[in-house]
């Protein structure tokens, strides 16, 4: 009987063993994770985790779910080597044979402060965002080094709890990696509207503090008191413990082709790896759809032998500041932009390429998220979007 | 028959099920889901499982009843 087993018990990996059971999957299944919970959703963690008072499980499903399944769960143990000539993945605990195997280790928080002080915090796992949680309620300021979603999330937080935020960015303007330089400016406000103190175009030049961190000092020597620090500047492809498996590799993470495929038998899903597109380029994309969607098509290629591709368009949300951030397709590279609002409370930028939609960055659109969700997906011309002709310039 | 159960305090709007099955879920203008169809027939059942299962907030769940 065909043994799957998945590397990695987040989204990505969970929705992969998930998937090959609704597909009619009926081999074995073994779900391999270096946390010691139960399969949990991580976007909650920068938001009501670290705000509610009694904040609700993540967990995807409980115990029964797994063994009603038949996945069998080995938690709190770490990949440390694949052997894909003999089919074996080796964990700190053991060696196990697979016929395929799923790479869904996922991705692990940069931080150029290895030796900082106490109170210095990255935010991947649940035992992360209990410290920061712990950390925020004791605090009276907070530095987020970053301005991407994960450290406006926590700005957003730690403002909904009274603490003093500062954010320093390294780039002109936050969320660069995510949003055009327009939007991001109104993004920008957002935050500073909500009490947040932005610094664009700074760098951290040191984390002071002699057990507990004091304070956080900026290249043009700013010196800026606080108690606590998260660190959000991005998160590297969990890909070590595949040196030597023959895989191929880059600083973009497991690359694979369209149909998720890495190797011979063996399979990558979210964060760890990057999908090549049409023109044969990979892609990482770091976000909870593109990991869901991912998972899908390789569960159903898996279970029936077939070949998909993720056909959706991509899509990111953030919320923050009280507002839902969407940002749908791509939106880089574009030829052609059209702004249809630029308010706070319903911004619209839409994005083109060859005459064809390609992406969209949206507040409070409810409505026109989806329909870019459906356009893109469909390869839609812009000349057959009456409010693409109708917002001419 | 299935019956598509949703919960609007869960509900975030994110419109997951919408792209998996517009022709029964809807996002209305407060933001949230609208069932344009409350039971689902068998030949919708996988596009709507889908959608119930793509929902990053859990506020989806079928029920199935004796027909």
Same mark, same amino acid.
């Given at each position: 009987?065909?043994?799957?087993?998945?590397?990695?018990?987040?989204?990505?990996?969970?929705?992969?063993?998930?998937?090959?059971?609704?597909?009619?999957?009926?081999?074995?299944?073994?779900?391999?994770?270096?946390?010691?919970?139960?399969?949990?959703?991580?976007?909650?963690?920068?938001?009501?985790?670290?705000?509610?008072?009694?904040?609700?499980?993540?967990?995807?499903?409980?115990?029964?779910?797994?063994?009603?399944?038949?996945?069998?769960?080995?938690?709190?143990?770490?990949?440390?080597?694949?052997?894909?000539?003999?089919?074996?993945?080796?964990?700190?605990?053991?060696?196990?044979?697979?016929?395929?195997?799923?790479?869904?280790?996922?991705?692990?928080?940069?931080?150029?402060?290895?030796?900082?002080?106490?109170?210095?915090?990255?935010?991947?796992?649940?035992?992360?965002?209990?410290?920061?949680?712990?950390?925020?309620?004791?605090?009276?300021?907070?530095?987020?080094?970053?301005?991407?979603?994960?450290?406006?999330?926590?700005?957003?937080?730690?403002?909904?709890?009274?603490?003093?935020?500062?954010?320093?960015?390294?780039?002109?303007?936050?969320?660069?990696?995510?949003?055009?330089?327009?939007?991001?400016?109104?993004?920008?406000?957002?935050?500073?509207?909500?009490?947040?103190?932005?610094?664009?175009?700074?760098?951290?030049?040191?984390?002071?503090?002699?057990?507990?961190?004091?304070?956080?000092?900026?290249?043009?020597?700013?010196?800026?008191?606080?108690?606590?620090?998260?660190?959000?500047?991005?998160?590297?492809?969990?890909?070590?413990?595949?040196?030597?498996?023959?895989?191929?590799?880059?600083?973009?993470?497991?690359?694979?082709?369209?149909?998720?495929?890495?190797?011979?038998?063996?399979?990558?899903?979210?964060?760890?790896?990057?999908?090549?597109?049409?023109?044969?380029?990979?892609?990482?994309?770091?976000?909870?759809?593109?990991?869901?969607?991912?998972?899908?098509?390789?569960?159903?290629?898996?279970?029936?032998?077939?070949?998909?591709?993720?056909?959706?368009?991509?899509?990111?949300?953030?919320?923050?500041?009280?507002?839902?951030?969407?940002?749908?397709?791509?939106?880089?590279?574009?030829?052609?932009?059209?702004?249809?609002?630029?308010?706070?409370?319903?911004?619209?930028?839409?994005?083109?390429?060859?005459?064809?939609?390609?992406?969209?960055?949206?507040?409070?659109?409810?409505?026109?998220?989806?329909?870019?969700?459906?356009?893109?997906?469909?390869?839609?011309?812009?000349?057959?979007?009456?409010?693409?002709?109708?917002?001419?310039? | 028959?299935?019956?598509? =159960?949703? +919960?609007? $305090? /869960?509900?975030?709007?994110?419109?997951?099920? *919408?792209?998996?099955?517009?022709?029964?879920?809807? =996002?209305? +203008?407060? $933001? /949230?889901?609208?069932?344009?169809?409350?039971? *689902?027939?068998?030949?919708?059942?996988?596009?709507?499982?889908?959608?119930?299962?793509?929902?990053?907030?859990?506020?989806?769940?079928?029920?199935?009843?004796?027909?």
């Amino acid at each position: 009987m065909t043994h799957v087993a998945v590397v990695g018990a987040s989204l990505a990996g969970f929705r992969v063993a998930e998937g090959l059971r609704a597909e009619g999957f009926d081999g074995d299944i073994t779900l391999i994770g270096d946390e010691p919970h139960l399969p949990y959703d991580r976007p909650p963690l920068s938001k009501s985790v670290l705000v509610d008072d009694e904040p609700a499980s993540t967990a995807f499903q409980d115990a029964a779910w797994f063994a009603d399944n038949r996945v069998t769960l080995h938690l709190g143990e770490t990949a440390r080597r694949l052997d894909t000539a003999a089919r074996t993945v080796h964990t700190d605990a053991r060696s196990l044979n697979y016929d395929e195997l799923v790479v869904a280790t996922g991705a692990t928080p940069r931080n150029p402060f290895p030796d900082a002080p106490d109170g210095v915090f990255t935010l991947r796992t649940a035992d992360d965002a209990a410290r920061i949680r712990t950390a925020l309620r004791a605090a009276r300021r907070l530095v987020v080094i970053g301005a991407g979603f994960i450290g406006l999330e926590i700005a957003s937080s730690a403002r909904r709890l009274g603490v003093d935020v500062t954010v320093v960015e390294l780039e002109p303007v936050p969320l660069t990696r995510s949003v055009g330089d327009d939007a991001a400016a109104v993004l920008a406000d957002i935050a500073r509207a909500d009490g947040v103190h932005l610094l664009c175009g700074r760098a951290v030049a040191e984390l002071r503090g002699t057990t507990t961190v004091e304070s956080v000092v900026l290249d043009d020597g700013t010196e800026l008191p606080c108690d606590a620090v998260v660190v959000g500047v991005g998160a590297v492809p969990a890909t070590e413990w595949l040196a030597g498996s023959g895989l191929e590799v880059t600083r973009a993470g497991l690359i694979c082709d369209a149909t998720g495929r890495a190797g011979d038998h063996v399979w990558g899903v979210g964060d760890v790896c990057a999908w090549t597109d049409d023109a044969g380029t990979p892609h990482r994309h770091e976000h909870w759809t593109s990991a869901a969607e991912q998972a899908k098509v390789v569960a159903h290629n898996l279970a029936c032998d077939d070949k998909r591709t993720v056909t959706a368009a991509t899509y990111v949300w953030s919320d923050q500041f009280g507002r839902r951030i969407d940002i749908v397709g791509d939106i880089t590279g574009h030829d052609d932009l059209r702004v249809l609002s630029r308010n706070p409370d319903d911004l619209a930028y839409l994005y083109a390429r060859d005459g064809l939609l390609t992406g969209a960055c949206l507040i409070g659109q409810p409505r026109l998220m989806v329909r870019c969700r459906q356009w893109i997906a469909a390869r839609t011309p812009v000349a057959d979007l009456e409010l693409w002709v109708s917002s001419a310039p | 028959m299935t019956k598509i =159960l949703v +919960d609007l $305090g /869960k509900c975030q709007g994110y419109a997951n099920c *919408v792209v998996a099955a517009p022709d029964i879920f809807d =996002l209305g +203008d407060s $933001g /949230k889901v609208d069932l344009l169809e409350a039971t *689902v027939a068998d030949d919708r059942l996988a596009d709507v499982r889908e959608g119930v299962r793509s929902c990053p907030a859990a506020a989806l769940t079928l029920e199935e009843t004796a027909s």
